[in-house]
């Protein structure tokens, strides 16, 4: 569909709802009218709106002394209550065609329900500070890992660069860069960290001595501090 199309269905639709919403706060006014009068009105004002820059303010006092030469009335109030109105119900009829016509975002993986991971690490346990054997301590036998997804934690977090931590109980906190952005992540604190490959879910679990745990879109791993 070419621009021109366009701009003439928008000047159509434009048109017909402003001379919609003129003609029904005339009615509850109970003031004189015509019809075509109040169509031309509505034309003239949006042609004058679709110029660029100055034309919504040149519009709207046009619009005043069309709807008051059209029905009779008063300049003020009542030709000027009827434009005020009728523009701002026009302005929310945009507002609900815009929400209605834009898609719904779709919530990333890290926003389902998941069970709170263990976030036991303590410098007793010889496996604390070695990631693969908490992971391999921490899956119960017999458990179905479930399917991978399209990326994998260390996928997310390739360009992540951890500038320091603070172990200091539920007051903990993990500080990242990633695209020249700094994050401060509280622990247990959902945060939103734009990467290259896009934005996900990070929550901190722990901070321990020379890692600090986190949940990546569900999905558990560990970042080096040293």
Same mark, same amino acid.
């Given at each position: 569909?070419?621009?021109?199309?366009?701009?003439?269905?928008? @000047?159509?639709?434009?048109?017909?709802? %402003? /001379?919609?919403?003129?003609?029904?706060?005339?009615?509850?006014?109970?003031? $004189? +009218?015509?019809?075509?009068? !109040?169509?031309?009105?509505? &034309?003239?004002?949006?042609?004058? #709106?679709?110029?660029? @820059?100055?034309?919504? @303010? !040149? &519009?709207?006092?046009?619009?005043?002394?069309?709807?008051?030469?059209? /029905?009779? *009335?008063?300049?003020?109030? #009542? *030709?000027?209550? /009827?434009?005020?109105?009728? @523009? &701002?119900?026009?302005?929310?009829?945009?507002?609900?065609?815009?929400?209605?016509?834009?898609?719904?975002?779709?919530?990333?993986?890290? =926003?389902? =329900?998941?069970?709170?991971?263990?976030?036991?690490?303590?410098? =007793?346990?010889?496996?604390?500070? =070695?990631?693969?054997?908490? #992971?391999?301590?921490?899956?119960?036998?017999?458990?179905?890992?479930?399917?991978?997804? &399209?990326?994998?934690?260390?996928?997310?977090? $390739?360009?992540?660069?951890?500038?320091?931590?603070?172990? $200091?109980?539920?007051?903990?906190?993990?500080?990242?860069?990633?695209?020249?952005?700094? +994050?401060?992540?509280? %622990?247990?604190?959902?945060?939103?960290?734009?990467?290259?490959?896009?934005?996900?879910?990070?929550? %901190?679990?722990?901070?321990?001595? $020379?890692?600090?745990?986190?949940?990546?879109?569900?999905? /558990?791993? +560990?970042?080096?501090?040293?």
């Amino acid at each position: 569909m070419s621009d021109i199309t366009v701009l003439i269905i928008s @000047y159509a639709a434009r048109t017909a709802v %402003l /001379t919609l919403l003129l003609w029904i706060m005339v009615q509850l006014q109970k003031l $004189n +009218y015509s019809f075509p009068g !109040l169509l031309g009105s509505a &034309a003239l004002a949006c042609a004058l #709106d679709t110029i660029p @820059y100055f034309g919504h @303010y !040149l &519009a709207v006092p046009v619009l005043y002394l069309c709807i008051w030469k059209v /029905t009779q *009335a008063s300049l003020m109030p #009542d *030709a000027v209550f /009827t434009v005020v109105i009728s @523009y &701002a119900l026009m302005f929310g009829v945009k507002v609900l065609l815009l929400t209605a016509i834009l898609p719904t975002p779709h919530p990333l993986a890290g =926003d389902r =329900d998941q069970s709170e991971p263990s976030a036991s690490m303590t410098t =007793d346990s010889p496996d604390a500070t =070695d990631p693969a054997a908490a #992971d391999a301590t921490n899956t119960p036998k017999g458990s179905v890992r479930a399917p991978a997804p &399209a990326k994998s934690a260390d996928e997310w977090l $390739n360009d992540v660069i951890v500038k320091g931590a603070t172990e $200091n109980g539920d007051k903990s906190t993990l500080l990242l860069t990633a695209q020249k952005k700094l +994050y401060t992540l509280a %622990l247990n604190k959902p945060t939103v960290l734009q990467t290259t490959n896009g934005a996900c879910h990070i929550r %901190l679990l722990n901070v321990s001595e $020379n890692w600090a745990m986190v949940e990546v879109n569900g999905e /558990t791993t +560990y970042l080096r501090l040293h």
